[in-house]
Nanobody, 115 residues
Framework: QVQLVESGGGLVQPGGSLRLSCAAS????????MRWYRQAPGKERELVAH???????TYADSVKGRFTISRDNAKNTVYLQMDSLKPEDTAVYYC?????????WGQGTQVTVSS
């Protein structure tokens, strides 16, 4: 059974940091590109960061220089380190596993940036 389970969300003050984790099971994690998306209330889901199976990364312009995506294939886990958080980063954050013929979503974790 395929599972992606996000954790690490919560309430943080502007300028603070959070580290999200997404633990995968039920598929060959190392073969998959992993992505973090977010969806704010009333807005469309947007791609935040992307890491390929070989470790290449890309970021949305809005988070470049503040967020870092990484993966640990031994732990079947992808991370999103979020620094210098802003109120506009408030959203539900989702991880997604992508491969040529299949893709899987996690259930999401809420991140709220507020004073």
């Amino acid at each position: 059974q395929v599972q992606l389970v996000e954790s690490g969300g919560g309430l943080v003050q502007p300028g603070g940091s959070l580290r999200l984790s997404c633990a995968a099971s039920g598929f060959t994690f190392s073969r998959y590109t992993m992505r973090w998306y977010r969806q704010a209330p009333g807005k469309e889901r947007e791609l935040v960061a992307h890491i390929t199976s070989s470790g290449s990364t890309t970021y949305a312009d809005s988070v470049k220089g503040r967020f870092t995506i990484s993966r640990d294939n031994a732990k079947n886990t992808v991370y999103l380190q979020m620094d210098s958080l802003k109120p506009e980063d408030t959203a539900v954050y989702y991880c997604k596993a992508v491969e040529m013929f299949s893709n899987y979503w996690g259930q999401g974790t809420q991140v709220t940036v507020s004073s």
